[in-house]
Structures are given as structure tokens and as C-alpha cells.
């Protein structure tokens, strides 16, 4: 597990100035009203449009394959609508990194969390299905705040970078396990406790199967969720936090228990956890992280879907 990270007098090197100059210039940022950050954020995700040519490519790929009888004008304003929440994403970082609880509190309204205390009472572990939102950050802080969990991460190549998302995850979470520590999150689950769990993205083919996600039959998709749930049999909670429009705040959805997950194989959980994950994604389908290659593993002989 990792714990509160101790500051390493390395991180002050030269090389690591420019990412300290970066670090410091979100900090003062996000001093601002968050009116103000609304604004900026979702320009800043016009601009970055126009530089992130690689990345809107994938995105608009993904967006044709998963809705594929969506109209082109439709799917090309979702496209849009999706690179202003990726200048949100890295404000909202800011704010889950540096704001103080106060702050953080009075934008933001949470509805759901029953469906937490009820899992606590039953003395069951809580495996907290956390899609890749650009929220994702400001949620895991939001969450926290009301129920601390341990993280599941893979740690940042950048040492300065990952010793700053430990600590600002630490704000209001326990600890954070790599994502590898499949034996960590088993012993947390069977002690009873929150494990922020994200099985939506593409991890390659070590520990995946093939299930249908939207309109793709074959995305490879973790088999851990299968793994975690027979061995510990937790309560599968998803959450999504969700960004407001015209700057009104956030909203953290807590949905019920899916007691009804089929264990059958890791492949008829895998087909279930992609339904589950589809769902959450209709809430808020412009603030997901379609940047990622989510269907670059494809099954022996068939194509990759991106080139």
C-alpha cells in the first residue's frame, strides 16, 4: 500500500522545474472564483483541439464505433462538447488537489450515499466502480471526503507528478494501490473496505477477455472484476461524478448495489460490468475520457481499429 508520500529532496533537481513552474501556475489558478475556472477550462479545451491532433482523432474513432447510427453533425458536436470537459479535466485536477474541503463542499451536491451506509451495515466490502470520467480526480476527492476508500492507480512515470497525485488523492482517501496489487485489493475488500475501482479502459491482453461494449462485440475488458468479486464478494457500487452545465457545479451519483452481477465466467461478468458501464457513460457522455484507445487490443488476426 502506498502511504502519505514523504517529500523527496531529489524532486527539487533542476529537471524538475519546469513541471515545479507548471505545478505552481495551476496552483495560483485555481485561487480563482470558480465561475471564472468554468470559463477558462472550457476554452482552454477549444485550444487544446487544435494542438491534440492525434487524440481527437482517437476520440472521434471511438465515438463512431460506439454509436455508429448516431448523425455525423451530432456525433461531431459531442466531439466538441468532450475537448471543452479536457480543459475542465486539468482545472478540475487543480481544484481536487488544492482546494480546501470548504470550497470543494460548496459546489457540489451528492445523492446516493444510502447505498454506501447500507453496504457498511451489511459488513460488506465495497468495490466502487469508477469509470475513467475527466471528473475523476475532483469525484475520487468529492467521494472521499464523505466516504475515505483506497485508490487504485498506476503510479505516474514522472516521480514529481506521482508523488503530487498521491498526495492530493490522500486529501480525503486512506492509502492507493497499483493497480497490479490484485492480492492488496482482496485483503481490503474482505476487511471491509471502499476500493475505487476502474474497470472500463483497455489494459491489454494479460487478464482481459472479449465482451461487447455499445456497438463493438469484441473490447477487451478486465477479468479482475470477476476476480475481486467471487473472492470477496463485495457490494459493486458504480458512481459517476458528473459536471454541471453552465457552471452550476457538480453532482456525485451513487447508483445502487449490482447484486445481480452473474458469476458464471469471467466472461458473462465481463459482458454485465460492460452494460454497467455503458449506463453510466449515457449520464455523461461528453465529460468521458474518449481520448483513450479503448479498443486498440483486438483478438488474434482481426485488425487493429485505429490505423
Known amino acids: ?88 479535466g486539468f482545472i478540475e485536477t487543480g481544484i481536487a488537489w488544492f482546494w480546501p ?22 459488513h460488506k466490502g465495497i468495490l466502487l466502480i469508477g469509470m475513467h ?47 497490479s496489487d490484485i492480492k492488496g485489493m482482496i485483503r481490503a475488500l474482505k476487511n471491509g473496505e471502499i476500493i475505487w475501482y476502474a474497470p472500463d479502459h483497455d489494459y491489454g491482453p494479460k487478464s482481459s477477455v472479449f465482451a461487447p461494449l455499445f456497438a463493438v462485440p469484441k473490447a477487451a475488458t478486465t477479468a479482475g472484476t470477476y476476480t475481486l468479486v467471487r473472492m470477496t464478494k463485495p457490494a459493486v457500487i458504480p458512481l459517476v461524478p458528473r459536471r454541471l452545465p453552465e457552471g452550476r457545479g457538480y453532482e456525485l451519483l451513487v447508483f445502487p448495489n449490482e447484486s445481480d452481477m452473474p458469476m458464471d465466467s469471467d466472461v458473462t461478468a465481463a459482458c454485465y460490468m460492460n452494460q454497467v458501464v455503458e449506463q453510466a457513460i449515457l449520464v455523461a457522455p461528453d465529460q468521458y475520457m474518449w481520448l483513450h484507445r479503448r479498443f486498440k487490443t483486438r483478438p488474434p488476426g482481426e485488425p487493429s481499429m485505429y490505423y
Open 1 to 88: 500500500m502506498t502511504k502519505l508520500p514523504v517529500f523527496n529532496r531529489s524532486l527539487l533537481h533542476p529537471r524538475y522545474w519546469p513541471t515545479w513552474l507548471g505545478i505552481g501556475l495551476l496552483y495560483l489558478l485555481v485561487l480563482l472564483p470558480y465561475p471564472a475556472l468554468y470559463q477558462i477550462g472550457t476554452r482552454l479545451g477549444w485550444v487544446a483541439m487544435r494542438f491534440m491532433g492525434r487524440r481527437v482523432r482517437i476520440a472521434r474513432r471511438n465515438l463512431q464505433l460506439c454509436f455508429p447510427d448516431m448523425p455525423t453533425p451530432e456525433r461531431e458536436a459531442l466531439l466538441k462538447q468532450n475537448f471543452k470537459s479536457v480543459g475542465m
Open 101 to 122: 474541503s470548504w470550497r470543494v463542499k460548496r459546489w457540489v451536491t451528492v445523492n446516493g450515499l444510502e447505498h454506501i451506509r447500507r453496504a457498511h451495515g451489511e
Open 133 to 179: 470520467f475527466l471528473t475523476l480526480e475532483l469525484g475520487a476527492r468529492i467521494f472521499g471526503m464523505h466516504n475515505p476508500g483506497i485508490g487504485v492507480y498506476r503510479p505516474n512515470n514522472n516521480p514529481l507528478l506521482d508523488w503530487l497525485q498521491t498526495w492530493g488523492r490522500l486529501r480525503s482517501n486512506k492509502t492507493m494501490l497499483d493497480r
